[in-house]
């Protein structure tokens, strides 16, 4: 179950990237049919991908873990060197232990299986959300 858009229309703005244009379209389909996430920008590669994120500084950025130029691994690690708070969740088709332990490294808020369908992304964003209410006082 999704959680309501806020009563005071607080949404989560977030930044997608990923090298597969279907993938990416589908995605951003199911973030914007939740009412409290807007995308803000997306990028096809790793390097647009830090761009936007240093660009627009959304809350969250969901980031495919396998992309031309920088790896999602590293576009993480080096937002966190640069000190922005953006949480990164990554995306990956290939979910491995290795991966794992190199998106806690760098610093990853979590580490999502494309193959799982969408809810797994909607709940780690949805504990993203909450935790930010939380912070705020919302």
Do not use: Y
Request: aromatic share 2%; hydrophobic share 50%; with cysteine.
């Amino acid at each position: 179950m999704s959680l309501p858009p806020s009563p005071d229309g607080r949404v989560l703005t977030c930044v997608l990237a990923d090298d597969h244009d279907g993938i990416r379209g589908a995605t951003r389909a199911q973030l914007d049919r939740l009412g409290w996430v807007e995308v803000v920008a997306e990028a096809a590669d790793g390097d647009a991908a830090v761009a936007a994120i240093a660009g627009v500084r959304p809350d969250v950025a969901v980031v495919d873990v396998q992309m031309p130029g920088r790896s999602g691994i590293e576009v993480c690690a080096h937002l966190a060197e640069q000190g922005l708070p953006t949480e990164i969740v990554l995306f990956t088709a290939v979910p491995t232990e290795a991966n794992v332990e190199l998106a806690r490294r760098a610093g990853a808020a979590a580490l999502v299986a494309k193959d799982e369908g969408f809810a797994p992304l909607r709940s780690v964003l949805e504990a993203i959300r909450s935790r930010g209410a939380a912070a705020s006082g919302g």
